[in-house]
């Protein structure tokens, strides 16, 4: 009996042992039995001679075989702007890939489009991965809209030095250093033509004034921004949009990746900074968004001359602010701040302050913030930084914590405020409010006509649009001599005679 046993267990052995030696396992062709995860694998809409982000495809062999794919390639061949990786391994052609019975393989796809014909804007770039060959062949088409564009960035010595530029200092206090490149005179129109691409800061030299025009469309790379220099200008002439999907009159900062998975990511380049010394710069109809600090605006105490005035303007999710003042002089009507990483207004260092008409609303969704909306400080210690003045007028101070507005003097330098007709969202019965006469809402010298707390009925706050439904607690709550100012919203509606507040009149929720 154990003599038989040995044999069968012998037996079985050789049978395992000769199966586990083959010297390979027997393939069938794939004879067009391949299925895929798309039939066309679209890589959306990019920049010429800029990387796409990286697509799969998947290829499934749904038989009972182990198959083979003779060959794999681009039916654009080795000129194709596609390249290809095929479970792990790059290239453009591919010859004998396996695929075991009812398993798959992943294909990694990405494009760099060359536009040589300067006169055309857009191309619709096409090719497709081909999969074995006739009378089998299968084929997935691939398709990309490329988009010419005029790149800026720091040229070779010989044409313009590149410099370093000390942008601020952390929470850390180490200092946040940047390149940065002078514009020549032929660069300083930003015309709605083409996109503008910028890699590094943009600087308008000293003297010089950068116009943008309405519709222009401005995209920075990481670690990139445009710094107004002491003694520069800038002026963005955007205009009211007809279509408001087209947005044809608005000017656009962003960033530089087109497609849709970086539509809502903040973080994406650094910030517009206007520099102490930098005065008379105007903007309209500006939209700034996905970057680290959306407008950073520095003055110096004796100018007489006004730093910013902004109009019909929306800064949001940046990754810190929205907009942070400095010592400026600062005139906003019609003024969206949204979602921000920290606030979406910071006032430090003294400075003189209008807003009107502005919605201050900070519902960031990207993480946690520790910041309120609105931060209005003193705190350098130093005599001479004092707040002349930070009004605010029929404007709305919201978001998600309980409380949305700071105030911190140094007891030192001036610190003057007021809020006229405004909406503020603060909780005295929260743990963390202050306690100090500076939140004495009973002080009609700071405080004049406030809402504190209710409803206002924005129409969709994770997509920063802050327009006001009918059944807001702020509807026809305004100061009529301060929408007199500023008679008509951020979107062409008349406000008077009955202004809401902040910088939508409320309309019907679509």
Not at 276 to 286: D, K, P, R, Y
Not at 373 to 386: M, P, R, T, Y
Request: one cysteine or more.
């Amino acid at each position: 009996m154990r003599n038989r046993i040995l044999i069968a267990f012998s037996i079985l052995l050789c049978i395992l042992w000769s199966t586990s030696c083959r010297k390979d396992f027997e393939y069938a062709p794939s004879n067009g039995n391949l299925s895929f995860s798309k039939d066309t694998v679209y890589l959306d809409t990019v920049f010429a001679s800029i990387g796409s982000s990286t697509y799969t495809l998947k290829v499934f062999n749904d038989t009972k075989d182990d198959i083979i794919i003779p060959n794999i390639s681009l039916k654009n061949g080795p000129e194709s702007f596609y390249r290809l990786n095929v479970d792990g391994v790059a290239g453009k052609q591919f010859n004998d890939i396996p695929i075991y019975a009812q398993d798959s393989l992943f294909i990694l796809i990405e494009t760099t489009i060359s536009i040589i014909d300067g006169s055309i804007k857009e191309l619709l770039y096409t090719d497709a991965i081909q999969f074995d060959k006739e009378p089998f062949q299968q084929s997935v088409e691939l398709v990309t809209l490329a988009k010419d564009a005029i790149f800026l960035y720091p040229k070779d010595n010989s044409e313009i030095e590149s410099e370093t530029i000390n942008l601020y200092r952390d929470e850390a206090g180490n200092p946040i250093d940047i390149s940065g490149f002078e514009l020549k005179d032929e660069e300083l129109y930003f015309t709605n033509n083409k996109p503008f691409v910028i890699y590094g800061y943009a600087i308008i030299p000293d003297e010089k004034e950068l116009i943008i025009e309405a519709g222009a469309r401005i995209h920075f790379h990481k670690n990139s921004g445009i710094y107004v220099k002491d003694g520069a200008k800038l002026i963005v002439n955007g205009t009211l949009s007809k279509d408001s999907v087209a947005l044809e009159g608005e000017v656009i900062f962003e960033g530089d990746r087109l497609e849709p998975e970086f539509a809502e990511t903040p973080g994406q380049w650094g910030a517009l900074w206007i520099t102490a010394g930098s005065t008379n710069n105007a903007i309209n109809h500006l939209t700034i968004k996905n970057g680290e600090i959306g407008l950073f605006v520095e003055g110096l105490s004796n100018d007489i001359e006004s730093t910013l005035i902004i109009e019909n303007s929306q800064i949001y999710n940046n990754t810190r602010y929205n907009l942070w003042a400095k010592n400026a002089k600062l005139e906003a009507s019609n003024l969206v701040l949204g979602g921000a990483g920290s606030s979406s207004l910071l006032i430090e260092n003294g400075g003189n302050y209008t807003f009107i008409h502005s919605t201050i609303a900070n519902y960031w969704n990207s993480g946690f913030r520790y910041n309120t909306a609105l931060e209005i400080k003193n705190d350098s210690q130093e005599i001479g930084f004092d707040l002349v003045k930070a009004d605010f007028k029929n404007c709305i101070i919201d978001g998600k914590r309980q409380n949305e507005i700071s105030l911190i003097s140094d007891n030192q330098n001036s610190f003057n405020f007021n809020f006229l007709n405004c909406f503020i969202k603060y909780s005295q019965n929260d743990s963390s409010s202050p306690l100090n006469n500076l939140y004495d809402f009973t002080k009609s010298e700071l405080y004049s006509d406030i809402i504190l707390n209710g409803e206002v009925d924005y129409f969709l706050t994770t997509k920063n649009d802050f327009r006001i439904g009918l059944d807001s607690d702020i509807i026809d709550k305004g100061d009529l001599d301060a929408a007199n100012y500023s008679p008509l919203d951020i979107l062409g509606t008349q406000r008077i005679p009955a202004p809401d507040l902040g910088a939508f009149q409320a309309i019907e929720k679509e």
